[in-house]
Nanobody, 119 residues
Framework: QVQLVESGGGLVQAGGSLRLSCAAS????????MGWYRQAPEKQRELVAS???????NYADSVKGRFTISRDNTKNTVYLQMNSLKPEDTDVYFC?????????????WGQGTQVTVSS
């Protein structure tokens, strides 16, 4: 059983910062790409940022220059440092990981953490 547990969401004023963390646990052979997505009510989930095992990153245009994704492979953890937050960043943020286990490779999702940015 694999679990992704997120932490670090909350309420912050516009211009502020938050750091999200997501730790993977359970029976795993390797964790491939990890990423953060966000979703507003009645909207599609969208990619915020992703990072490969070797450290290559990809960002949505709306967060480039403000958000930084990183990971610690020794801790099976991915982070999202969010700076210069805007009210439009308000969403539920979900962690995603592409994980290989013996005989299977699939995507896993965290439970989501709320980020609210007040104006």
């Amino acid at each position: 059983q694999v679990q992704l547990v997120e932490s670090g969401g909350g309420l912050v004023q516009a211009g502020g910062s938050l750091r999200l963390s997501c730790a993977a646990s359970g029976s795993m052979f390797s964790i491939n790409t990890m990423g953060w997505y966000r979703q507003a009510p009645e909207k599609q989930r969208e990619l915020v940022a992703s990072i490969t095992r070797s450290g290559s990153t990809n960002y949505a245009d709306s967060v480039k220059g403000r958000f930084t994704i990183s990971r610690d492979n020794t801790k099976n953890t991915v982070y999202l440092q969010m700076n210069s937050l805007k009210p439009e960043d308000t969403d539920v943020y979900f962690c995603n990981a592409d994980i290989s286990r013996p005989g299977i490779r699939r995507n896993y999702w965290g439970q989501g953490t709320q980020v609210t940015v007040s104006s």
